[in-house]
């Protein structure tokens, strides 16, 4: 192995991080001396040991391994270093410096298992401090503190690490700004509501780069994209002419199939920010071209005030309403169930309006989805400030989902699990096809009988599936 590996473990093997790209292409001189290893979650632990096993059997290891930590890998990163530091500790070879960074840990007490395992951790951005702690332990200069974050001007970018087979066969991440406007209490962003944007022209031209590559979706990290109007249409305005270009290619030569066409661009954008210069761009993407993330999270204004989430459920409404009808977008909109003082009776009341409005006939192929999320407590976000008065009980292992609150029982919630696990399958993948009405509580009730029928709602037959839906429907 190189003197630097840069680990981390992906939700999904087709979601390669930019975040190890980014730290590998600011390491300066030392860039050369980096290598990337990347697992996907349900790896086989043996298959994430071996590279590591291997590297130590010839007496080269790392000397220093670093661990990007997320909430959905954080237990499997302990998995790992456990297994990883018997195996430093049967061999003769030098056991590398261990860092950790990524959002999960850099909230974390110090009391945290994981810590355990580190000899550095970097908190917050690392691009910088990563660099500057590997200049120091390769250097041999003495350790003080480990460097702290510092503001990420002058980055530079990583999308040429992006491999060819990333480029052919995975999700390509990008993005044009770092950080959100808006302090939302369960979010990390609360605690910092600083954007950064990255030079635009030099973006541009690396997007055209990538879709010379041939990149098949473009998604966005960037967690508010429409907050700054003008950059975004403009951003728009470069893929809506690069997929006309792309367009007039293949219709102008009929017997030429060219497979990079078309692409999709994925925006994750503010519900109430849509202003009509941006609508009406939006209507010309292609069908299949656009995919749209709307963060809703509740549609009841006195929740939304109460966790500090900007909120005009008229006007996101609205927006919503002229998507749906006017565009050819797949429309992915989230709600969140738990949040403080938010019952039941409001929570399916804001579903049963969300799905009024994005339920019914739209110009996409692709049927619109709710995706119903649990309310983390993730390490760090303020809403924590809310456990005592609204009877706030939360799992203390990761994903740090609610377990119950003061407004919502324990039962309540494990039934909106199995409801969000069962909308998925069924809905949001296309199986089934509901009516434009009230659902929230004929879907309940049905997740109940399917949940008691199947003892489970995961590794289920998809024809058992719909076979028993459709004899109980």
């Known amino acids: 192995m190189k003197d630097i590996a840069l680990v981390t473990i992906n939700a999904k093997w087709i979601h390669p991080s930019l975040a190890l790209r980014l730290l590998k292409a600011n390491l300066g001189v030392l860039e050369e001396d980096c290598e990337i290893i990347e697992f996907a979650l349900r790896q086989p632990l043996a298959e994430k040991l071996e590279p590591f096993a291997?590297?130590?059997?010839?007496?080269?290891?790392?000397?220093?391994?670093?661990?990007?930590?997320?909430?959905?890998?954080?237990?499997?990163?302990?998995?790992?270093?456990?297994?990883?530091?018997k195996i430093f500790a049967a061999s003769a070879c030098v056991k590398p410096v261990i860092v950790l960074g990524g959002p999960e840990v850099s909230h974390l007490p110090p009391e945290a298992e994981i810590l355990k395992y580190a000899d550095h951790v970097i908190r917050g951005e690392g691009e910088i401090a990563f660099r500057e702690l590997c200049e120091k332990i390769l250097?041999?200069?003495?350790?003080?503190?480990?460097?702290?974050?510092?503001?990420?001007?002058?980055?530079?970018?990583?999308?040429?690490?992006?491999?060819?087979?990333?480029?052919?066969?995975?999700l390509i991440y990008v993005e044009a700004s770092r950080g959100c406007p808006f302090k939302c209490d369960f979010c990390l962003s609360a605690l910092d509501n600083t954007i950064y944007e990255f030079p635009l022209e030099q973006f541009l031209a690396e997007m055209?780069?990538?879709?010379?590559?041939?990149?098949?979706?473009?998604?966005?990290?960037?967690?508010?994209?429409?907050?700054?109007?003008?950059?975004?249409?403009?951003?728009?305005?470069?893929?809506?002419?690069?997929?006309?270009?792309?367009?007039?290619s293949v219709s102008?030569?009929?017997s030429v199939v060219d497979s990079s066409f078309p692409f999709t661009v994925h925006f994750e954008m503010v519900p109430s920010l849509f202003p009509p210069e941006l609508l009406q761009a939006l209507t010309r993407f292609p069908p299949g071209t656009l995919r749209l993330e709307i963060g809703i999270q509740t549609l009841n204004p006195h929740v939304s005030a109460r966790i500090n989430r900007p909120s005009n459920p008229e006007k996101e409404i609205e927006a919503l309403r002229f998507l749906r009808e006017n565009t050819n977008a797949i429309i992915h909109a989230?709600?969140?169930?738990?949040?403080?003082?938010?019952?039941?009776?409001?929570?399916?009341?804001?579903?049963?309006q969300l799905w009024e409005v994005i339920g019914g006939s739209c110009n996409s192929s692709h049927p619109p989805e709710i995706q119903l999320g649990i309310l983390k407590?993730?390490?760090?976000?303020?809403?924590?400030?809310?456990?005592?008065?609204?009877?706030?009980?939360?799992?203390?292992?990761?994903?740090?989902?609610?377990?119950?609150?003061?407004?919502?029982?324990?039962?309540?919630?494990?039934?909106?699990?199995?409801?969000?696990?069962?909308?998925?399958?069924?809905?949001?993948?296309?199986?089934?096809k509901l009516e434009n009405d009230a659902v929230f509580d004929k879907f309940i009730s049905l997740s109940d009988v399917l949940f008691s029928h199947f003892g489970k709602n995961w590794g289920i037959d998809k024809e058992e599936l719909l076979n028993f839906y459709e004899s109980h429907h």
């Open 54 to 85: 291997s590297a130590c059997a010839s007496a080269a290891p790392p000397k220093i391994l670093g661990i990007s930590v997320s909430i959905w890998n954080h237990l499997a990163a302990i998995e790992l270093l456990k297994e990883l530091e």
């Open 139 to 170: 250097g041999e200069e003495p350790l003080a503190k480990t460097p702290r974050c510092q503001e990420e001007k002058g980055i530079k970018s990583a999308y040429h690490l992006y491999t060819d087979e990333d480029v052919k066969k995975k």
């Open 208 to 248: 055209e780069i990538l879709i010379n590559r041939g990149v098949k979706t473009f998604k966005f990290l960037d967690r508010s994209f429409n907050t700054n109007i003008q950059r975004a249409i403009s951003i728009i305005e470069f893929f809506l002419n690069k997929i006309e270009q792309k367009t007039s």
């Open 252 to 254: 102008s030569v009929s």
């Open 334 to 352: 989230d709600l969140i169930a738990g949040l403080p003082g938010e019952d039941l009776k409001s929570f399916g009341r804001g579903f049963d």
């Open 377 to 432: 407590q993730l390490p760090g976000a303020p809403i924590l400030r809310h456990n005592i008065e609204f009877g706030m009980r939360y799992n203390p292992l990761p994903p740090y989902n609610i377990e119950e609150t003061a407004s919502i029982s324990a039962e309540d919630i494990q039934r909106i699990k199995n409801f969000a696990r069962f909308w998925e399958l069924l809905v949001n993948r296309g199986l089934v």
